[in-house]
């Protein structure tokens, strides 16, 4: 009789140091992805602080382009407006978050192409150094969407295995989404003026 008391409480003991283990990955897993969540809206209002002084800058230079200004002030109020709660993360949310900064990628890119058409903003030392930077935080941006995906895929699979699915599923651990290339994004933007 005793030794099958024992013998309860030490497989009680394993699956509980188990369970516990478990949970432990998949809060740390979690964490992961919710950190690399935090990280892609750290750059992406790192491009909404950049935003304004670029805008200023071109502003001197390109009076006729109003209308393009204009829309990079629309489409960064826009993108700074929507914020993503990991804790209350929906697709649809993502999905509007995504899309802001979509609008707001695309007026950059209008904004961008003007120093083309434009020989004196080229000649231009802060318009320059400030495109360098823009272009430098959409590529932070687009390494921080990486590594989100990355966290959330790992994320996913460990709260999907077996036998912690188990375990995710009565402590709440719910599947995360990921960032997606936007509708359309597959076929490169034509600039005209």
């Given at each position: 009789m005793k030794k099958s008391w024992?013998?309860?409480?030490?497989?009680a003991l394993v699956i509980g140091g188990w369970a516990a283990s478990a949970y432990n990955s998949m809060v740390g897993v979690q964490e992961s992805a919710t950190t690399a969540l935090a990280n892609v809206q750290s750059a992406y209002q790192r491009r909404a602080d950049l935003i304004p002084n670029l805008v200023e800058t071109v502003k001197g230079y390109a009076k006729h382009e109003q209308e393009t200004l204009e829309n990079v002030i629309s489409a960064r109020s826009k993108a700074t407006q929507i914020t993503l709660d990991p804790e209350n993360m929906t697709p649809e949310k993502l999905q509007e978050f995504q899309a802001a900064q979509g609008e707001l990628g695309s007026a950059l890119g209008k904004l961008i192409a003007i120093q083309e058409n434009y020989p004196d903003l080229k000649a231009n030392e802060n318009f320059k150094d400030l495109q360098v930077q823009l272009e430098g935080t959409e590529n932070r941006i687009n390494e921080a969407r990486n590594k989100f995906n990355l966290a959330v895929q790992n994320?996913?699979?460990?709260?999907?295995?077996?036998?912690?699915n188990i375990l995710a599923g009565l402590f709440g651990f719910?599947?995360?989404t990921k960032f997606e290339a936007e509708a359309g994004a597959q076929k490169a933007p034509e600039v005209k003026f």
């Open positions: 024992i013998l309860l409480i030490v497989a994320y996913n699979q460990v709260i999907r295995a077996f036998p912690k719910d599947k995360m």
